[in-house]
């Protein structure tokens, strides 16, 4: 079985085919960075535009890259939210049209299950699992017991990671999307140099909380009264590294107690591409004798076959929707 799957719900135009065996045949990811970059952050209306221009190209070369014609696909699966809405609009439409066209059925998918099943595509991991997705727009720990059954054990009171980072790169000078520069800068710093503050550290439940962090990078940075110097900025990068590290850690280890039947831990999303972060992430689960996976860096950040593989799932289930499907902003996992 081919499915196509389909994902505009950000920044990335993206599209890929997937088939029942695991397979990804064709896994294109175009990136509008160069249109968001002088905002120094993703702008919604010119986002939309970006994909409406770019989503007839990104699909073809997909079915190239797959070596099929339109007709040899049995399913077709889109984002079809949450997200920055004219951009899910226009992978949604797209993908019902194919669907009408095709007379095939169509999968509306939540960009949240995606990233949540994604691991499900490259690894042999069974429900239940526990889950921390840091994402540019979420950060949330779920208990994902079972296709469709998922208990956000916790999420963010102000930022997200991803936006956290993205912010602090801005306050050193690099450009958006800035986790992947904020990792490579903080290679050759000292993180104990800056004593961040850790939100919500040792406090009771699960959430996070980002925005005093991001404030004291702010206070730190406007405390040199000049440009910063290399090392400086190493040092500023690799203390707040650290800070979002020992958070993950803290909020990590008490959702194992919460959920302690879980036996398997993943890490999905944007920020989960961070090797620093992955690294102490996977000491913490290894230490307390539970297994840790994270899905390739391809399929961390927003793609098209994370899409196309919760379209699967979904589909062997026995689930499709109508092509009055009406795509959601928001549409909480739980
Ligand atoms: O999952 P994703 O591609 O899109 C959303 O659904 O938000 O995540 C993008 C976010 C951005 O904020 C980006 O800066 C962050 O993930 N990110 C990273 C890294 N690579 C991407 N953050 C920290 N370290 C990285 N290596
Ligand atoms: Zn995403």
Redesign the pocket.
Same mark, same amino acid.
């Given at each position: 079985m081919y499915i196509l799957g389909i994902e505009t719900?950000?920044?990335?135009t993206a599209a890929a085919i997937v088939t029942e065996k695991k397979e990804v045949l064709a896994h294109v990811v175009f990136s509008q960075l160069e249109a968001h970059r002088k905002f120094g952050g993703v702008v919604p209306e010119i986002g939309a535009r970006a994909h409406l221009e770019k989503i007839q190209d990104v699909i073809k070369q997909t079915l190239q890259q797959g070596s099929l014609a339109f007709d040899q696909l049995d399913a077709i699966a889109a984002t079809c939210g949450p997200?920055l809405i004219g951009g899910v609009l226009v992978g949604a439409v797209t993908g019902k049209s194919i669907a009408a066209y095709l007379k095939k059925p169509f999968i509306a998918v939540n960009?949240l299950e995606a990233?949540a099943l994604s691991v499900r595509l490259t690894e042999d991991v069974p429900f239940p699992y526990l889950l921390l997705l840091?994402?540019?727009?979420?950060c949330q720990l779920i208990h994902v017991k079972d296709l469709g059954n998922y208990e956000v054990l916790s999420t963010t009171i102000d930022d997200?990671?991803?936006?956290t980072?993205?912010k602090v790169?801005r306050l050193l000078g690099f450009p958006?999307? *800035? #986790?992947?520069a904020?990792?490579q800068c903080a290679l050759g710093g000292n993180a104990k140099r800056f004593p961040f503050p850790r939100p919500l550290l040792n406090k009771s439940g699960l959430d996070f909380s980002f925005s005093g962090l991001k404030t004291a990078v702010l206070r730190t940075v406007e405390s040199f009264k000049g440009p910063l110097q290399e090392q400086d900025k190493k040092d500023i990068a690799a203390s707040f590294q650290q800070a979002v590290s020992d958070v993950f850690v803290d909020r990590l280890s008490k959702a194992l107690e919460a959920v302690p039947t879980v036996k398997d831990v993943v890490i999905a *999303? #944007?920020?989960g591409?961070?090797?620093f972060?992955r690294h102490q992430l996977q000491t913490l689960v290894e230490s307390k004798e539970k297994r840790f996976i994270a899905p390739p860096l391809k399929y961390?950040?927003?793609n098209g076959a994370m899409v196309a593989w919760a379209g699967l799932e979904r589909f062997q289930q026995g689930h499709t929707d109508p092509l009055t499907f009406a795509p959601r902003p928001r549409w909480p996992l739980g």
């Open positions: 719900s950000c920044d990335e997200g960009h990233h840091a994402s540019g727009g979420h997200a990671a991803g936006e980072f993205d790169a958006y999307p *800035g #986790g992947p904020v990792e *999303g #944007g920020v591409a961070n090797q972060l961390c950040t927003d």
